[in-house]
T-cell receptor
Framework: KNEVEQSPQNLTAQEGEFITINCSYS?????LHWLQQHPGGGIVSLFM???GKKKHGRLIATINIQEKHSSLHITASHPRDSAVYIC?????????????FGTGTRLTIIP | DTAVSQTPKYLVTQMGNDKSIKCEQN?????MYWYKQDSKKFLKIMFS???????INETVPNRFSPKSPDKAHLNLHINSLELGDSAVYFC???????????FGPGTRLLVL
Protein backbone atom coordinates (compact mmCIF):
# COMPACT_ATOMS: atom_id res chain seq x y z
CA LYS A 1 0.00 0.00 0.00
CA ASN A 2 1.33 3.40 -1.00
CA GLU A 3 1.96 5.95 1.70
CA VAL A 4 0.05 8.40 -0.50
CA GLU A 5 -3.28 7.44 -2.05
CA GLN A 6 -5.28 9.52 -4.47
CA SER A 7 -8.87 9.25 -5.60
CA PRO A 8 -10.31 9.01 -8.07
CA GLN A 9 -7.69 7.56 -10.42
CA ASN A 10 -9.56 8.87 -13.43
CA LEU A 11 -12.13 11.63 -13.61
CA THR A 12 -14.08 12.86 -16.61
CA ALA A 13 -16.33 15.88 -16.26
CA GLN A 14 -18.14 18.45 -18.35
CA GLU A 15 -16.76 21.93 -18.76
CA GLY A 16 -17.91 24.16 -15.94
CA GLU A 17 -18.25 21.44 -13.33
CA PHE A 18 -16.72 21.73 -9.87
CA ILE A 19 -13.89 19.21 -9.52
CA THR A 20 -12.56 17.58 -6.36
CA ILE A 21 -9.51 15.35 -6.20
CA ASN A 22 -8.63 13.70 -2.91
CA CYS A 23 -5.33 12.70 -1.35
CA SER A 24 -4.85 10.62 1.78
CA TYR A 25 -1.53 9.82 3.36
CA SER A 26 -0.44 7.53 6.15
CA UNK A 27 2.69 9.19 7.50
CA UNK A 28 3.36 12.34 9.49
CA UNK A 29 4.25 15.11 7.11
CA UNK A 30 5.84 18.51 7.14
CA UNK A 31 4.24 19.62 3.87
CA LEU A 32 1.98 18.42 1.07
CA HIS A 33 2.36 19.36 -2.58
CA TRP A 34 -0.06 19.35 -5.47
CA LEU A 35 1.51 19.02 -8.91
CA GLN A 36 0.02 19.16 -12.39
CA GLN A 37 1.44 17.12 -15.25
CA HIS A 38 0.33 18.25 -18.67
CA PRO A 39 -0.39 15.83 -21.52
CA GLY A 40 2.99 16.78 -22.98
CA GLY A 41 4.70 15.55 -19.82
CA GLY A 42 5.76 18.80 -18.16
CA ILE A 43 5.24 19.07 -14.41
CA VAL A 44 4.11 22.24 -12.67
CA SER A 45 3.98 22.76 -8.94
CA LEU A 46 0.54 24.11 -7.98
CA PHE A 47 0.58 24.31 -4.21
CA MET A 48 2.67 23.52 -1.20
CA UNK A 49 0.76 23.61 2.07
CA UNK A 50 1.16 22.42 5.62
CA UNK A 51 -2.14 23.65 7.08
CA GLY A 52 -5.44 25.23 6.15
CA LYS A 53 -6.24 26.32 2.66
CA LYS A 54 -4.63 28.01 -0.32
CA LYS A 55 -6.22 29.52 -3.40
CA HIS A 56 -4.76 30.39 -6.75
CA GLY A 57 -7.18 31.49 -9.43
CA ARG A 58 -9.73 28.72 -9.90
CA LEU A 59 -7.70 26.24 -7.89
CA ILE A 60 -8.15 25.67 -4.17
CA ALA A 61 -6.16 23.27 -2.01
CA THR A 62 -7.10 22.28 1.52
CA ILE A 63 -5.44 20.07 4.06
CA ASN A 64 -6.60 18.48 7.30
CA ILE A 65 -3.52 17.40 9.20
CA GLN A 66 -5.45 15.47 11.86
CA GLU A 67 -7.29 13.43 9.24
CA LYS A 68 -4.19 13.13 7.01
CA HIS A 69 -6.21 14.28 4.04
CA SER A 70 -5.99 16.94 1.37
CA SER A 71 -8.28 17.99 -1.44
CA LEU A 72 -7.67 19.87 -4.64
CA HIS A 73 -10.68 21.71 -6.03
CA ILE A 74 -11.12 23.27 -9.44
CA THR A 75 -13.99 25.68 -9.91
CA ALA A 76 -15.55 26.37 -13.33
CA SER A 77 -13.44 23.63 -14.93
CA HIS A 78 -12.15 24.13 -18.45
CA PRO A 79 -10.74 21.71 -21.04
CA ARG A 80 -7.28 23.20 -20.48
CA ASP A 81 -7.45 21.84 -16.92
CA SER A 82 -7.18 18.35 -18.42
CA ALA A 83 -4.02 16.89 -16.94
CA VAL A 84 -2.73 14.46 -14.35
CA TYR A 85 -2.82 15.88 -10.84
CA ILE A 86 -0.29 14.45 -8.43
CA CYS A 87 -0.24 14.71 -4.66
CA UNK A 88 3.12 14.43 -2.91
CA UNK A 89 4.14 14.62 0.74
CA UNK A 90 7.30 15.49 2.60
CA UNK A 91 7.55 13.02 5.51
CA UNK A 92 8.03 14.78 8.84
CA UNK A 93 10.71 12.45 10.06
CA UNK A 94 13.00 12.90 7.09
CA UNK A 95 13.11 16.49 6.15
CA UNK A 96 11.40 18.50 3.53
CA UNK A 97 13.64 17.57 0.66
CA UNK A 98 12.19 14.12 0.14
CA UNK A 99 8.84 13.79 -1.61
CA UNK A 100 6.69 10.67 -1.74
CA PHE A 101 4.24 10.76 -4.63
CA GLY A 102 0.74 9.49 -5.16
CA THR A 103 -0.11 7.71 -8.39
CA GLY A 104 -1.94 10.68 -9.81
CA THR A 105 -5.47 11.48 -10.91
CA ARG A 106 -6.10 11.80 -14.63
CA LEU A 107 -8.63 14.58 -15.20
CA THR A 108 -10.39 15.04 -18.52
CA ILE A 109 -12.69 18.01 -19.02
CA ILE A 110 -15.05 17.69 -21.97
CA PRO A 111 -16.16 20.87 -23.76
CA ASP B 1 14.68 32.19 -19.95
CA THR B 2 13.67 28.64 -19.00
CA ALA B 3 13.84 28.17 -15.23
CA VAL B 4 14.86 24.50 -15.13
CA SER B 5 16.19 22.99 -18.32
CA GLN B 6 17.22 19.47 -19.18
CA THR B 7 19.15 18.04 -22.10
CA PRO B 8 18.53 16.01 -24.05
CA LYS B 9 14.76 15.91 -24.22
CA TYR B 10 14.81 12.47 -25.81
CA LEU B 11 17.49 9.82 -25.60
CA VAL B 12 17.39 6.50 -27.40
CA THR B 13 20.33 4.20 -26.82
CA GLN B 14 21.45 0.60 -26.77
CA MET B 15 21.68 -1.57 -23.71
CA GLY B 16 25.14 -1.44 -22.12
CA ASN B 17 25.92 2.11 -23.19
CA ASP B 18 26.83 4.94 -20.85
CA LYS B 19 24.86 8.17 -21.10
CA SER B 20 24.45 11.48 -19.29
CA ILE B 21 21.49 13.77 -18.76
CA LYS B 22 22.17 17.38 -17.89
CA CYS B 23 20.11 19.73 -15.75
CA GLU B 24 20.53 23.43 -15.23
CA GLN B 25 18.50 25.92 -13.23
CA ASN B 26 18.77 29.69 -13.47
CA UNK B 27 16.64 30.43 -10.43
CA UNK B 28 19.49 30.73 -7.97
CA UNK B 29 18.14 27.76 -6.00
CA UNK B 30 20.26 25.84 -3.51
CA UNK B 31 18.62 22.43 -3.84
CA MET B 32 18.28 20.21 -6.89
CA TYR B 33 16.66 16.82 -7.43
CA TRP B 34 16.42 13.93 -9.85
CA TYR B 35 13.17 11.97 -10.17
CA LYS B 36 12.31 8.89 -12.22
CA GLN B 37 8.83 8.44 -13.67
CA ASP B 38 8.12 4.88 -14.67
CA SER B 39 5.75 3.55 -17.31
CA LYS B 40 2.86 3.71 -14.85
CA LYS B 41 3.55 7.43 -14.42
CA PHE B 42 4.71 6.90 -10.84
CA LEU B 43 7.26 9.49 -9.75
CA LYS B 44 10.04 8.50 -7.39
CA ILE B 45 12.91 10.57 -6.04
CA MET B 46 16.40 9.36 -6.87
CA PHE B 47 18.80 12.00 -5.59
CA SER B 48 18.82 15.40 -3.95
CA UNK B 49 21.68 17.86 -3.69
CA UNK B 50 21.87 20.93 -1.51
CA UNK B 51 24.66 23.38 -2.26
CA UNK B 52 26.51 20.74 -4.29
CA UNK B 53 26.31 18.19 -1.46
CA UNK B 54 24.40 14.93 -1.72
CA UNK B 55 21.42 14.93 0.65
CA ILE B 56 19.27 12.06 -0.58
CA ASN B 57 20.43 8.91 -2.28
CA GLU B 58 17.52 6.54 -2.59
CA THR B 59 17.83 2.87 -3.36
CA VAL B 60 19.18 3.46 -6.82
CA PRO B 61 21.68 1.16 -8.56
CA ASN B 62 25.21 2.51 -8.33
CA ARG B 63 25.23 2.61 -12.13
CA PHE B 64 23.51 5.97 -11.57
CA SER B 65 25.90 8.69 -10.46
CA PRO B 66 24.81 12.28 -9.97
CA LYS B 67 27.33 15.05 -10.31
CA SER B 68 26.90 18.66 -9.24
CA PRO B 69 29.73 20.81 -10.61
CA ASP B 70 28.09 23.91 -9.16
CA LYS B 71 24.84 24.96 -7.50
CA ALA B 72 23.11 25.57 -10.83
CA HIS B 73 23.82 22.15 -12.34
CA LEU B 74 22.99 18.60 -11.41
CA ASN B 75 23.88 16.03 -14.04
CA LEU B 76 22.94 12.37 -14.04
CA HIS B 77 25.35 9.82 -15.48
CA ILE B 78 24.16 6.29 -16.11
CA ASN B 79 26.58 3.43 -16.77
CA SER B 80 25.79 0.13 -18.45
CA LEU B 81 22.22 1.06 -19.34
CA GLU B 82 19.59 -1.63 -18.89
CA LEU B 83 16.14 -2.05 -20.42
CA GLY B 84 14.54 -1.22 -17.07
CA ASP B 85 16.16 2.18 -17.07
CA SER B 86 13.71 3.29 -19.75
CA ALA B 87 11.65 6.03 -18.14
CA VAL B 88 11.20 9.77 -18.01
CA TYR B 89 13.72 11.49 -15.77
CA PHE B 90 12.77 14.82 -14.22
CA CYS B 91 15.11 17.33 -12.69
CA UNK B 92 13.75 19.85 -10.18
CA UNK B 93 15.04 22.63 -7.98
CA UNK B 94 13.90 24.57 -4.94
CA UNK B 95 15.12 27.66 -3.11
CA UNK B 96 15.98 25.52 -0.14
CA UNK B 97 14.95 22.22 1.34
CA UNK B 98 11.23 22.35 2.00
CA UNK B 99 10.37 25.01 -0.54
CA UNK B 100 8.25 24.65 -3.66
CA UNK B 101 9.99 22.59 -6.30
CA UNK B 102 10.23 23.66 -9.92
CA PHE B 103 10.43 20.87 -12.44
CA GLY B 104 12.29 20.60 -15.71
CA PRO B 105 10.55 19.36 -18.87
CA GLY B 106 11.81 15.81 -18.44
CA THR B 107 14.14 13.56 -20.44
CA ARG B 108 12.53 10.55 -22.07
CA LEU B 109 15.07 7.71 -22.06
CA LEU B 110 14.49 4.60 -24.13
CA VAL B 111 16.94 1.74 -23.84
CA LEU B 112 16.79 -0.79 -26.66
Amino acid sequence: KNEVEQSPQNLTAQEGEFITINCSYSVGISALHWLQQHPGGGIVSLFMLSSGKKKHGRLIATINIQEKHSSLHITASHPRDSAVYICAVSPADFGNEKLTFGTGTRLTIIP
Amino acid sequence: DTAVSQTPKYLVTQMGNDKSIKCEQNLGHDTMYWYKQDSKKFLKIMFSYNNKELIINETVPNRFSPKSPDKAHLNLHINSLELGDSAVYFCASSQDEGMTQYFGPGTRLLVL
